[in-house]
């Protein structure tokens, strides 16, 4: 795994954002957020969910008045090309962003739907098991490949994180699930492969999935809501932190009533920081190789919602970096 260099307790942003407004967007991840998420917004457009995103510029798929999707799944082919067009209105959040940003110096991040997800979403329209996956790993790599390159060229003096965001991996385990967990390793390897070579690649599964399986997909940054159960798998993440892996800790629920300050965000996170270190995680390792972010996205909020997730955020993310003395931990401070 290669060196990553991303400050360690630095916050950022996961999944999809609020805003109707692409500019207010770009205005809130750059205030908002210490280390910016490029947003897409599907309450702006249809064109710009996570699915739609994917699908527009893939052979079979037509886009219709207001960006609704019409699949011809008779019309899908795994082999051919496909397109990535930043000036759909797909990209109206990325390229926003990408402007409002010029000149920026540092990290940058996103995230796409991962094949799997996409997979199952092509399914769900009606593809065929056969061609669903291998149709969407390759779109998925052709445009995470591509807009790589155009985050490069807008700002070339950033760093990115690109997450592969994978909804439908929480369900991998479940009976009836369409593909083995060994393919589906295999699907995100892949999606990750085409990320590494230009930037550090994570994974977001929205929800606690098996640790083991997404660890062996390969990414260098995971992502892991705090819960107690995250200390079940406490081996496995700390061979992956040694290896020089980062963990990103989803601290503020996004399911439910919203909390009104950082305290019990702050205290699950160090509780089960304490249970990892008794487990045997060095303590300097966890709040070295973090980054902190809510669970998951904020695209069903308010702005106002995302501003006081974004802003509980920011202070956890302040206490793990001016957390003094790592006995403390252990202590359960």
Known sequence: MHRINIP??????????????????????????????????????PAEGAVAQAMIGMQGITVGQYGSISVHPDQIDPLAPVRTDIQND????????????????????????GPVTFGMALM???????????SAVRCVRSKVEHLIQVVDKALPGCQQLVF??????????????????????????????????????GLHVCGLADIPTQLAAGPAVLSLPVRPEVADS?????????????????????SGPILASAERPWRNLTQLWCELVQRGADPSMLR???????????????PVVAERVHRIAADVSRRARDQASASRWVLGA
């Not at 205005?27 to 309450?43: C, G, N, Q, T, V």
């Not at 797909?90 to 739907?113: E, N, P, S, Y």
């Not at 932190?241 to 601290?251: K, Q, T």
């Not at 973090?290 to 909020?301: A, K």
């Open 8 to 45: 360690g307790g630095i916050a950022t942003g996961i999944g999809g954002l609020p805003h109707r407004d692409a500019d207010e967007a770009a205005a809130f991840s750059l205030r908002e957020m210490e280390l910016p998420a490029i947003p897409y917004l599907p309450r702006r457009s």
């Open 90 to 113: 797909a990209f109206v959040g990325f390229r926003t962003f990408l402007d409002a940003a010029k000149g920026r110096q540092g990290w940058v991040k996103w995230q796409f739907i």
């Open 124 to 134: 769900r329209a009606g593809v065929p098991m056969s061609e669903a996956f291998e």
């Open 164 to 201: 592969i965001e994978e909804a439908d991996l929480s369900e991998l385990m479940n009976p009836g699930f369409p593909i083995a967990p060994d393919t589906a390793i295999d699907l995100v390897s892949g999606a990750l492969a085409a990320i590494e070579t230009d930037a550090v690649a």
């Open 234 to 254: 406490a081996g496995y993440l700390i061979r992956f932190m040694e290896r020089g892996g980062y963990v990103a800790w989803g601290v503020v629920p996004t």
């Open 288 to 302: 070295r190789q973090s980054i902190i972010t809510p669970e998951c996205g904020l695209s069903s909020h308010s």
